[in-house]
């Protein structure tokens, strides 16, 4: 099993940067790792995903502005979050998954003038 606990969100203005963190509990050597979101009212949604082999995913409408980073000697995913919009206001969540799936309690990131 593994426990996922992302840190890192808040308030930004449109146009300025956010790194949510994910700390895992344990080894994610060999996981798919990614963040995803929820915005209230919409199903959650992939934002960007390393997988076990190194290849990452981005979805379109963050593609050029986030990255995505794994540490697995920390055994932590980050997320760097740069030229936000206010369409990027969501529930942001850590996910890990090897065979079964985990998922971290989620942080909050709004983005607002």
């Known amino acids: 099993q593994v426990q996922l606990v992302e840190s890192g969100g808040g308030l930004v203005q449109p146009g300025g940067s956010l790194r949510p963190s994910c700390a895992a509990s344990?080894?994610?050597?060999?996981?798919?790792t990614g963040w995803y979101r929820q915005a209230p009212g919409k199903q959650r949604e992939l934002v960007a995903k390393?997988?076990?082999?190194?290849?990452?995913i981005y979805s379109d409408s963050v593609k050029g502005r986030f990255t995505i980073s794994r540490d697995s000697s920390k055994n932590t995913v980050s997320l760097q979050m740069n030229s936000l919009k206010p369409e990027d206001t969501a529930v942001y969540y850590c996910?890990?998954?090897?065979?079964?799936?985990?998922w971290g309690q989620g942080t909050q990131v709004t983005v607002s003038s």
């Open positions: 390393i997988t076990s082999g190194g290849t990452i």
């Open positions: 344990g080894s994610i050597f060999g996981y798919n």
């Open positions: 996910n890990a998954e090897k065979i079964f799936t985990w």
